[in-house]
Nanobody, 124 residues
Framework: QVQLVESGGGLVQAGGSRRLSCAASGRTFSSYAMGWFRQAPGKQREIVAAIDWSGDSTYYADSVKGRFTISRDNAKNTVYLQMNSLKPEDTAVYYC?????????????????WGQGTQVTVSS
């Protein structure tokens, strides 16, 4: 069993930056692929970024490419999402997720464990 706890959400002005963190329990974190998803009110949950077990492979949704960066520190059991040049349309609850696959995956169904989410609100 893996427990994921996100932090770093809050209110930020458009154009600003925010870094989300996701701390994972368990000794097998380094073997999991990880992802960040988000869900805005009235919309479906969507993938934002994903990373494989080593950190060598990453994926970004087109809407955040060039603005967001996913990274991981396996020694700290933590995955990060650095968000720059934030826009009001980035407002959502952001979720961290872990997949028992080692390779990068982008589909929600491949993720086995989810955090409780952290709210990010971008004001215009």
């Amino acid at each position: 069993q893996v427990q994921l706890v996100e932090s770093g959400g809050g209110l930020v002005q458009a154009g600003g930056s925010r870094r989300l963190s996701c701390a994972a329990s368990g000794r097998t974190f380094s073997s999991y692929a990880m992802g960040w998803f988000r869900q805005a009110p009235g919309k479906q949950r969507e993938i934002v970024a994903a990373i494989d077990w080593s950190g060598d492979s990453t994926y970004y949704a087109d809407s955040v490419k060039g603005r967001f960066t996913i990274s991981r520190d396996n020694a700290k059991n933590t995955v990060y999402l650095q968000m720059n040049s934030l826009k009001p349309e980035d407002t959502a609850v952001y979720y961290c997720a872990a997949s028992t696959t080692t390779v990068l995956v982008t589909t929600m169904g491949w993720y086995n464990y989810w955090g409780q989410g952290t709210q990010v609100t971008v004001s215009s």
